[in-house]
């Protein structure tokens, strides 16, 4: 839950920390300052600032997630869970910068990944097939919706009315 330079701040804090504990030959503090700063390190891989990010976006403030998810170097190095929060997020600010390809394949890798609750799950698939129909792709909309069905249990009537738009835009054609 820290920025980049966050995480530095206070590895550099522990960093300093540890070398006056081993200066004063305390190591129990020695430990506990290398497994804090090995705690920092590895939530910068494996975690990321996706809850920051997630929550500037939550705010409608897709400048500061973008900026927060452009912090992250590689992508494919997060947790299951963070990367597809990840590209579901980054799906969402490509939809609102207008970018539908980039989008479209940022959903398309958010889905394959677990989600918050099913009904992000399936609003990844859902902007999948809308992004489909707006292209002239049906038959991927198809598939895509059809992958909705799974989930059908678990989604709000919002996401209801959604997926029953798109339907009926696929109908037409």
Same mark, same amino acid.
């Given at each position: 839950?820290?920025?980049?330079?966050?995480?530095?701040?206070?590895?550099?804090?522990?960093?300093?920390?540890?070398?006056?504990?081993?200066?004063?030959?305390?190591?129990?503090?020695?430990?506990?300052?290398?497994?804090?700063?090995?705690?920092?390190?590895?939530?910068?891989?494996?975690?990321?600032?996706?809850?920051?990010?997630?929550?500037?976006?939550? !705010?409608? %403030?897709?400048?500061? @997630?973008?900026?927060? $998810?452009? #912090?992250?170097?590689?992508?494919?190095?997060?947790? *299951?869970?963070?990367?597809?929060?990840?590209?579901?997020?980054?799906?969402?600010?490509?939809?609102?910068?207008?970018?539908?390809?980039?989008?479209?394949?940022?959903?398309?890798?958010?889905?394959?990944?677990?989600?918050?609750?099913?009904?992000?799950?399936?609003?990844?698939?859902?902007?999948?097939?809308?992004?489909?129909?707006?292209?002239? !792709?049906? %038959?991927?909309?198809? @598939?895509?919706?059809? $992958?909705? #069905?799974?989930?059908?249990?678990?989604?709000?009537? *919002?996401?209801?009315?959604?997926?029953?738009?798109?339907?009926?835009?696929?109908?037409?054609?």
């Amino acid at each position: 839950m820290f920025t980049k330079r966050a995480r530095i701040l206070v590895t550099g804090l522990f960093v300093v920390l540890l070398s006056v504990v081993l200066y004063m030959h305390i190591y129990p503090l020695a430990a506990v300052s290398v497994m804090f700063i090995v705690l920092l390190v590895w939530g910068y891989f494996k975690q990321g600032p996706i809850v920051l990010a997630a929550k500037h976006f939550h !705010n409608k %403030d897709y400048r500061g @997630a973008e900026r927060l $998810l452009s #912090e992250v170097g590689r992508p494919e190095w997060l947790s *299951k869970r963070r990367r597809g929060f990840y590209e579901f997020i980054y799906g969402g600010i490509c939809l609102q910068k207008k970018e539908y390809e980039e989008a479209e394949r940022h959903y398309e890798i958010a889905a394959q990944y677990p989600l918050r609750s099913a009904n992000d799950h399936v609003a990844a698939l859902v902007h999948v097939a809308n992004i489909n129909v707006r292209n002239g !792709n049906y %038959d991927k909309a198809r @598939a895509y919706l059809q $992958l909705t #069905e799974k989930h059908k249990d678990n989604i709000t009537a *919002k996401m209801k009315d959604v997926i029953d738009r798109v339907e009926q835009e696929l109908r037409k054609h």
